[in-house]
DNA sequence: CGGATTTGACCCGCGC
DNA sequence: GCGCGGGTCAAATCCG
């Protein structure tokens, strides 16, 4: 549970940007490009914690001094049979979540959202925001949301695999981790 | 004008 | 069966 696989991800893959200063430990946004990566990374059960309902994180923040945690959600099946009320097939999704620390609730990781919903969250008076990417074909999904108790503390959910490439070039990649201020864990 | 966002309604699963 | 909580839709609105 101590060790967070994305560090070991930031130091062998494209570590470019973050090579004059590694201070930080930035989850996600480069990992995006190949989701596969992160799914194997991820895939490996770190955790302690398998399932942790987002709510969780609200009331209960054991985050103690950990700029950056990630773990998988295993969600049971995700099944979205809203429209047509077959028999749909029971798709279990993986979904990732990262807890951050940034001042802005967008990090913008490269991929183009287009909100389509927002709800209030139990417990957090912060509310939560439900973003779709805007890909054709893709229908990959994050929700991000804001701990009530720690106002710089961002959980973004993500959910599902992206099929194709990066729209935005990475060289905002700076520009993202300016928005971030990430306390590595010593 | 077109695409993204807002926001209340709607839907659905689940627990009581 | 009903109410609640979470997730999504979609019409109105905003904005570049």
Redesign the pocket.
């Known amino acids: 549970m101590e060790s967070y696989p994305m560090l070991a991800f930031l130091n062998s893959s494209s570590s470019s940007a973050a090579s004059s200063t590694n201070y930080y430990n930035f989850p996600f946004s480069l990992s995006m490009e190949n989701s596969n990566a992160v799914n194997g990374l991820f895939g490996t059960p770190t955790a302690a914690q398998p399932e942790v309902p987002?709510?969780e994180y609200n009331g209960h923040d054991d985050h103690q001094n950990k700029g950056v945690v990630g773990y998988e959600i295993e969600a049971e099946n995700v099944?979205?049979?809203?429209?047509n009320?077959q028999g749909e097939r029971k798709i279990r999704k993986h979904r990732y979540a990262f807890q951050t620390r940034s001042q802005v609730d967008i990090l913008d990781d490269g991929y183009?959202?287009?909100?389509?919903?927002?709800?209030?969250?139990?417990n957090n008076k912060f509310p939560?925001?439900?973003?779709?990417c805007?890909y054709e074909g893709c229908g990959v999904?994050k929700?991000v949301q804001r701990l009530s108790k720690d106002e710089g503390t961002v959980v973004t959910t993500y959910e599902g695999v992206h099929s194709h490439p990066i729209e935005k070039s990475t060289d905002n990649f700076e520009h993202i981790l300016s928005q971030m201020q990430i306390f590595p864990s010593f």
């Open positions: 987002a709510s099944e979205k049979s809203k429209t009320k183009r959202w287009r909100k389509y919903g927002q709800k209030a969250v139990k939560r925001s439900y973003y779709r805007t999904k929700q």
